[in-house]
Structures are given as structure tokens and as C-alpha cells.
């Protein structure tokens, strides 16, 4: 309770403490970026902390985040001289409403999933044992960047500044990695609640301002502050149609008994949707039924082999699996990037950057440039579809100034990159000590020929959004009538989707035409055959024409994205009629709906994208361009249907209106299945044998003499650490992982992801093999010199990995070396551990 007290303190000094810069930087927004003053102050206290820490100004320690908080609050108190602090005390008094809205929306989500997580705390299986590792090695690291905890003598080679973030708070607040990780699981589902409830706010708010300029019935304030729950509401609660399918397929519904007794289902079948498509289990929910919800897309290479899961989780998913991964991490600062985009499009501010020739004032732009680097740093493939947004946004905001007249392409498309390249650069440059040590695994564009994405799936992937966001695009066009934009829309929508064709035919040419290479590059011709291997096709003619065949059979994505993204454009299209232009107001789209209709298409772009091309990567399919993407696409549609579901409550004449309230009622209660009863499984009815934060506390049931070596070693001074090496997604790296010391070699295949291949591994795993299976003493020695092993660990993982017959271990563990050589500096029960003392 104490930890989650102070925690909720610092963050909301932390947003108290930003309020001001964003209250002088964000002056177009109703709430003046008061609901996301937390997750700016967070970010820039980390920001300053990380680059004066990377660049040898700080220690890695309480002290030195008091004086990069310290610095913040002189960049803070600087801007609002001048009676600044004045005007932003008469907002508060006349802003009680929202600021009271906000206060008790954050405090209600944070301690909500707090008891979430206390209910079902372990940090055990899937990504979980790497993110705590992660967190732990920061703690434990005397310097920035942080050691990594699996591969000594490197630095983390990951996107890590969500896990700084999390280990500052932990620090100052003196909580230990595990309670910490499931506070900062709470804390992003907070963050992100009150982040996308003050976007939508703001987006009604400057909605019922531009009624009143054009003498409509304007919204009351006070439903504005309460309507935009629904944002929070759409894009953490609302989930997709899984539960609705675990429930059909529990009841036995469309499955029958054929004449040799086997459940059979023709709909299931043609639904082949791996889990999904199976007879219904004898338990009416298996403990982890929910986690097929997140593997709804199916690939199929050439053969019609399903490739296995493809990850398309949502962000009620991803809470209750409760993963500290990147893609949860950046949520508040995805929200944060929005706001940003969102006052630069209702900004009219005549400032402008002297280079490049930008209409942005230079303190915007430079607050931009570290947010949209933070995202970068915080989950990579986010980063060029925010600087995108912004760039549109720029680029719109300039055509809307021109009047939206026509003849603006060039100058529209001249505004994007000029927008786009500044601020990428930008953000780059701001973060560049973290470039200097990056590595990955993902290379470039691989063309996809063959995996395309069902309608159906899609459609139970996305149906709550889709089905108001495409009656709001629609409706949007009828009350404008714009034909023209219409038909270029359609033009544009076709052209973008032949454009993406033809990269992808293009992409597959160049790996047809590898082998021509093969005198030049010897690999060049393996590499072609990699490719065709990869999706099980005989050949390259064979390949395209199966490609083809299954685009025709399955056109369902693509017209559903086709009829999404014509009618967004439609609704930007410059107005060709002069009486339009020039009405007063001009009948072109809202600022909101300028903002919505760039949403719309950034969410389509990112769905129809892994449709003709995917990012290479160890998988060798779409796994994790699908889930990357569609997550992205997640929270820009979220805020979408959000807003298009008050628009048209309101809005629509009868019988429409109740022809949409009734749908959208039933289709909400759907999507509301799987939060449900995915909430009630995962908790245990919310009957947890033990009520706790912290995420190691069953370690000290299930193995006590393990927790009592991890928490000694906690506390012992630094050193490497050499333990049982095996799997990911295991029990392997246990010790490193829960101590923060690094470990010689954890996770292998995480680490060839991370560095983007097996190079800097080298022999580390025969190694530490040899180390614990040698009898010689000598040998035994060579590899804890070569490694600077300082403790060397022997538990039950140790002893069952290396017994005597195992592949990796034939002779069996020789413990009496270390016995003979090496002090043991902790025993307990089953569990050794022997220092080498002259690593200190």
C-alpha cells in the first residue's frame, strides 16, 4: 500500500510540475494539456536523467534524478515568468470540472489495476522474466546506459526507456523490481486512461467551439467532461470478438456429431482460426482460453500450413496478460504525441523556425522532436508513424490556412516531408547516444505474396471500431456532398493500393533475381531460397499465381480498408465550389474532423501495409509487422469510434439513430465478453491465495532457497554471473533476472533478436557448459577469467540441465572443483553459490 502511495505521489508531482510548460506550449487545447501533464513530466524527467546519465554528468542513482528533477523544475519555472504562475491559478478555478474529472479518472484506473495485479502478481512465462531483468539491471547499473542483464560486458541493445522510466520511480521510491513491475503496469494503464479521456475531450471541446462560430447548438462543457469517457472506455476496455467466440464454440453452437462420433463443424472449419476452430474443450474456460483472443490473423504459407501464431493483441489483452513489453510502455506517450499533433493543427501561432522554414514556434518544435524521440527509444516501430501524423497535420494545417483550395498538391506534399524530415531528424539527433549502441533484429521490407488477411478476421479483430467509424465517415460525406471528393478519394485509395502492389512485386523480383548475383555475393542465391522456403512454394511463378488466386477469393480486408479509406479521404478533399470556400464559416471539414479523417487513414495505412509487404525479421512472416502495426492502428481508431459514437448518438435522424444505438449497443455487449470473462479467469474470481504487488513474493512458497540466493545476491556487490543457460520464454536467467547482476548468457534467442544475430554470443553457452561439466580445475578457470565470472551458481536448474547423459552435459556437473577452489559465499537447502574473489 506505502508503494503504491508514493508512487502515485511522485507521478503527480511530476505532472504538477510540467503543468505549466505545458500549459505555455499547448495553448489550442481546451485543457491545456492538463491531462497529459503527467506523462510529459515523466518523459522529460527521464529524458533529462537518461542523456546527462549517458553522457558521464550523472550517476545512476537517487541523487542524480533529484538533479535532473531539479534541472526540469528550472526549465519549468523559467517559462512561466513573466505572471504566468497568475493565469495558470485563474485556469484552475475556473477549470474545476476537468481538473477534478482527470484527478479522480487517474486515481480510480491506477488503484483498479493495481488490484488487478495484486490478484495475479507473478512475474512468470511469456516476456515477463525479460522485462523484469530489464528493470533490475537498471536498478543495479552504478552508470547509464544500463548493463545488459543477460549478456555481460554489453549494454542493453533494446528500445529501454520504458524500463528507465519505471526504475527511476522505483529508485526514488525505494521499491524493489518486483513490486515495481506491477506498479508500472498499473501506472502506463492510468497514464493511458487519462491520455486518450484528454484527447477526446479536447476534440469535443474544439468541436462545440466551432459550433459556436457557426451559430449551432453548442455542447455544454459539462457533458463534454463526461462524454469523453468513452475514450478510455473504447480503447482499454473494448476488445475484440474473442470472447464472443469462446462462448459459441463452449456452448457447442454449429458443431455436430458425425457418424464415427467426432465433433465436426463446416463453419468452424472455413473459420480456421487455430484454437478458435478446435472442438469445444471439456473445461468451460481453461485457464488460458483468453490468450487465443490476441492470435485471431492466420498465415498460411504456399501448402496451406498455418505459420503459427500471428500476434495481433489490443490493449485489454495486453493488460491482463500483463507483459511490461514496449508496445504498453508507450501507450501514455502515443496519447501525448496525439495532443501534441492535435494544438499543432488548431494552433494559428505566426512563429516560425528560421531553418528549416517551418511555421512552428522553436520551443513547440523542440518539445516535439524529444516526445516523437521518445517514442523512438520506447518502442521503435512506432516512431515513423507519429512523426507521419505530425507531418500531415503540419501539411493540412498549412492547406487549411490556404482556404483548402485545390490547387494545393504540391505545396501539401512539400509541407508533409518538409515537416516529416525536420522532426525525424530532429528526434534522432536528441537521442543519438542511444543509436550508437542499437542493434536489431528487423531489416528491411520482405514482399507478401500469399498471406492475406481474411475479412472475417479482420472484422472480428476490429468490428467495434470499424462499424461506427465507417457510419461516421459516410455520414460525414452525406451532409458535405463533395462528389469530387468522392471520386478522388476512390482514385487515391486504388492508386495506394497498386502502389503497394507493385513495391511488393517489385521486392519479389529482386529476391527472384538474387541468384544471378551468386558469382558476386555467395549468398545471394541461398538467400532466394530462404525466401521461397520460407513460405513453402515450389516456385516463383507458382507463388504469384497462388498469391493472386487467394486475393480474389478473400478480397474481404481490402474492400472493407478501400471503402474506409476513400470515404476519409473524400472528407478531406478540397472543395472545388467558390461559394464554399469563401462561406463564412468556409463548408470544409472541423479541425476535429481534419484531426479524426488523419486518424482514420494512419490506422488504414497500417492495416493494408502488411497486406502486400512485411518487416524481415527471425520469424520469417508477418508475426510481428501485424502486431506492431494493428496495435498502433488500435489507438488511433479507439479515439475515432469514440468520437464518431457521440457524433452519431446525437447526431443521426430517426430511424438511423435508433438503427445505430441498437447496433452499437449489442456490438459493444460483444466486445465486452472478453474483458468480462477474461478478467474473472485470470484473476481466480479474485480469490488470489495471496493479496500482494509483488511480482517475485511466490518464488519465496514454491522455491525458497532460490529467492533467499536472488535476494543475497540482490544486495551483494556487482559481479557476473554464471548460471544455467537454455530457452526463452523459461525459467532460464532466473538468478540474473531477479538479483540484477549480469549473467554471461540468458535468453540466446532474445539476445540474437536484440543484436541481430549470433556474433557477440560466440561460444558463451558451450562455454558456461563447459565451465559447470569439466573436472579440470584449469579449464574451469579459463572461462571464469574469460568472463569475469564472479558467482557461480548451483541449484536445482543447475543440476537437472547439467546431469549426467544430458545433451549438454554427457559426464554430468563436477561441483567438487568449485568445492576445492571457490569459498561458497551463500548455502542454503539446494542452493550454492561460490565466489570467485578475485573478480572483485
Sequence with gaps: MLDFIFWYLLISLLGLLAFPLAYRLLPALADRGYAFSRALGWLLWGYLFWLLGSLGVLQNDAGGELLAGLLLAGVVFWSARRGGWREIAAWFRTQRRLVWTVELLFLIAFAAWAVVRAANPEITGTEKPMELAFINAILRSPTLPPFDPWLSGYAISYYYFGYVLVAMLAKLAGTSGGVAFNLGVSLVFALSAVGSY?????????????????????????????????????????????????????????????????????????????????????????????????????????????????????????????????????????????????NLL???????????????????????????????????????????????????????????????????????????????????????????????????????????????????????????????????????????????????????VLALWLI????????????????????????????????????????????????????????????????????????????????????????????????????????????FVFLRDMFGYRINTIFKFYFIAWLMWGIVAAYATITLWEGLRSPWKL?????????????????????????????????????????????????????????????????????????????SAHSGQPAVLGWEFHEMQWRGGSELLGSRRADIERLYCTPSWSEARLVLDQYEIRYVVVGLKERIEYAQGSASCPTGLSEAKFMRHLPAAFEQGDVIIYEAPWQE
Design 659 to 735: 438503427v445505430f444505438r441498437g447496433g452499437m449497443l449489442l456490438l459493444l455487449g460483444l466486445a465486452l465478453i472478453y474483458p468480462a470473462l477474461g478478467l474473472w479467469t485470470k484473476t481466480n474470481g479474485f480469490k488470489p491465495s495471496q493479496w500482494t504487488l509483488d511480482g517475485t513474493a511466490y518464488l519465496r512458497s514454491s522455491s525458497p532457497d532460490e529467492a533467499a540466493a536472488m535476494d543475497w545476491l540482490r544486495e551483494a556487490p556487482p559481479g557476473v554471473v554464471a548460471e544455467a543457460v537454455g530457452g526463452s520464454f523459461t525459467t532460464f536467467g532466473r538468478i
Design 198 to 342: 484528454g484527447l477526446l475531450y479536447n476534440l469535443l471541446a474544439a468541436r462545440s467551439k466551432w459550433q459556436a462560430v457557426s451559430g449551432k447548438k453548442l455542447q455544454a462543457a459539462s457533458r463534454s467532461t463526461l462524454t469523453a469517457l468513452l475514450a478510455p472506455f473504447f480503447v482499454l476496455i473494448v476488445s475484440n470478438l474473442g470472447g464472443l467466440l469462446h462462448l459459441l464454440r463452449l456452448g457447442g453452437i454449429f458443431w455436430r456429431t458425425d457418424e464415427s462420433g467426432a465433433l465436426v463443424s463446416p463453419l468452424w472449419a472455413w473459420l480456421d482460426m487455430g484454437r478458435f476452430s478446435e472442438p469445444p474443450p471439456a473445461e468451460r474456460f481453461p485457464h488460458w482460453w483468453w490468450w487465443q483472443a490476441s492470435r485471431v490473423v492466420q498465415d498460411f504459407d504456399f501448402n496451406w500450413v498455418n505459420k503459427g501464431d500471428v500476434i495481433d493483441e489490443f490493449p485489454f489483452f495486453s493488460y491482463l496478460l500483463a507483459d511490461l513489453h514496449p508496445h504498453v510502455l508507450a501507450m501514455p506517450f502515443a496519447f501525448l504525441v496525439m495532443a501534441l499533433a492535435f
Design 346 to 496: 488548431l494552433d494559428r501561432g505566426g512563429e516560425r523556425l528560421s531553418w528549416p522554414r517551418l511555421r512552428l514556434s522553436p520551443a513547440f518544435f523542440t518539445l516535439s522532436a524529444i516526445v516523437l524521440g521518445a517514442m523512438a527509444f520506447l518502442n521503435t516501430w512506432d516512431a515513423p508513424f507519429y512523426v507521419a501524423l505530425f507531418a500531415g497535420v503540419y501539411a493540412l494545417r498549412r492547406l487549411r490556412g490556404a482556404g483548402g483550395r485545390k490547387g494545393s498538391l504540391a505545396a501539401l506534399l512539400r509541407d508533409f516531408f518538409t515537416a516529416g524530415l525536420a522532426l525525424g531528424i530532429a528526434a534522432i539527433g536528441l537521442y543519438f547516444p542511444f543509436y550508437l549502441g542499437f542493434s536489431s533484429q528487423a531489416g528491411g521490407p520482405l514482399p507478401n505474396i500469399i498471406y492475406v488477411t481474411r475479412g472475417v478476421y479482420t472484422w472480428i479483430m476490429f468490428a467495434p471500431f470499424l462499424v461506427p467509424i465507417l457510419a461516421f465517415v459516410i455520414h460525414l460525406w452525406r451532409v458535405r456532398r463533395n462528389r469530387e471528393g468522392l471520386k478522388g478519394g476512390l482514385q487515391v485509395t486504388l492508386g495506394a
Design 504 to 611: 511488393s512485386l517489385a521486392i519479389t523480383g529482386i529476391i527472384a533475381a538474387l541468384p544471378l548475383l551468386n558469382n558476386f555475393i555467395p549468398e545471394a542465391a541461398a538467400a532466394a531460397n530462404t525466401f521461397l522456403g520460407s513460405v513453402a512454394a515450389p516456385g516463383w511463378g507458382a507463388l504469384l499465381r497462388e498469391g493472386f488466386v487467394r486475393r480474389l477469393t478473400a478480397p474481404g480486408t481490402l474492400l472493407t480498408l478501400v471503402v474506409l479509406l476513400t470515404f476519409a479521404i473524400a472528407n478531406l478533399w478540397p472543395l472545388k465550389r467558390k461559394e464554399d470556400i469563401e462561406a463564412d464559416p468556409p463548408d470544409f471539414p472541423t479541425p476535429s474532423q481534419i484531426y479524426l479523417m488523419l486518424l482514420t487513414l494512419i490506422g488504414g495505412l497500417l492495416v493494408l501495409i502488411p497486406e
